[in-house]
């Protein structure tokens, strides 16, 4: 196979920095491999997805980046840095840092698609932008184009840079010259497998079912389950991220998107609790806690300590 002159991704990257991505890097396509594909079905098998069954879909589409774009050639993998500069006040119901601003879907995939489209302009051939809803494993192909490695707690980790990243895909018809797979994992430190209020993590992987991310977004019921603990976790938890080595002295993000608003800083419980659906939709409407709904966040309010 023939790859375009290495030159070539250079200038990719050149253009991906005037666009806000941290860290781009490159994989050839091919078969995910088998040990990856063992790892996600006996995942699934366990039942460590919880409710989130659109992760039970596709499983053939996983298999291989030309189940999503038949002519693609290149997997190009964007690292977009949300690290806050200012944050919420300690005390009160907390909110993950990746919701703060404005939703990554909408700002990663308007950021790519300018990408893409110089990619076509300039080298041709077809692309498909990909953030996070496309049956992609996007965190093994983070690794196959040398961003870096996947941690215990399941997090890609950008040696130098730290988790705080959303990451975003371009799968392209054009050969770009690519970067070594990168080998590295967490040793022993086991940082986060200590400090995860939920005990979700074990060996590497994540029993969604115990997680306060998924507990608080994605889990639908009612009521959570008896025994569940959110401490002061409204939506998300940062936790395993907090505590991880490789996010000390992080840099903040410089996409004014993802900069908090002051309303948002001053939601204390008072002002949660008196959230209408009007006032909801205005706070929320270009945001990710839509995800979770009033409902929702309210169904968290009363389990908060």
């Not at 496309?134 to 399941?154: M, Q």
């Not at 079912?209 to 940062?238: A, F, Q």
Request: aromatic share 10%; glycine share 10%.
């Amino acid at each position: 196979m023939s790859f375009l002159p290495s030159k070539c991704s250079d200038e990719l990257r050149e253009m991906s920095l005037r666009l806000g991505v941290s860290r781009l890097g490159i994989a050839p396509v091919h078969d995910v491999d088998s040990a990856e594909v063992a790892r996600y079905n006996g995942w699934i098998a366990a039942g460590c997805h919880g409710e989130m069954q659109y992760l039970d879909r596709y499983h053939d589409l996983r298999l291989n980046p030309c189940g999503l774009l038949p002519e693609a050639r290149s997997v190009i993998v964007c690292a977009f840095n949300y690290y806050p500069a200012v944050r919420q006040r300690d005390g009160v119901p907390q909110f993950a840092y990746y919701s703060y601003g404005k939703d990554y879907h909408e700002v990663v995939r308007e950021r790519l698609s300018a990408l893409a489209g110089y990619i076509v302009g300039r080298y041709g051939g077809e692309t498909r932008v990909c953030v996070d809803t496309a049956p992609l494993p996007e965190r093994y192909w983070a690794v196959e184009a040398g961003l870096g490695f996947r941690g215990l707690n399941s997090q890609l980790i950008i040696p130098g840079l730290g988790s705080y990243f959303f990451l975003g895909e371009i799968l392209t018809a054009v050969n770009f010259a690519p970067d070594k797979r990168y080998d590295g994992d967490c040793g022993s430190c086991g940082a986060c497998v200590r400090a995860c209020p939920g005990k979700a993590i074990s060996d590497g992987e994540i029993d969604a079912r115990r997680c306060l991310s998924y507990l608080t977004i994605e889990y639908r019921g009612e009521t959570l389950p008896e025994g569940v603990c959110l401490g002061n976790h409204l939506y998300g938890c940062d936790v395993c991220q907090q505590v991880c080595p490789h996010n000390r002295g992080c840099h903040p993000t410089e996409i004014a998107e993802f900069t908090p608003s002051g309303e948002f800083l001053d939601l204390d419980r008072s002002a949660l609790s008196g959230l209408t659906p009007e006032k909801f939709n205005a706070l929320f409407r270009h945001s990710a806690v839509k995800r979770t709904k009033l409902k929702g966040l309210m169904r968290n309010l009363k389990y908060l300590d």
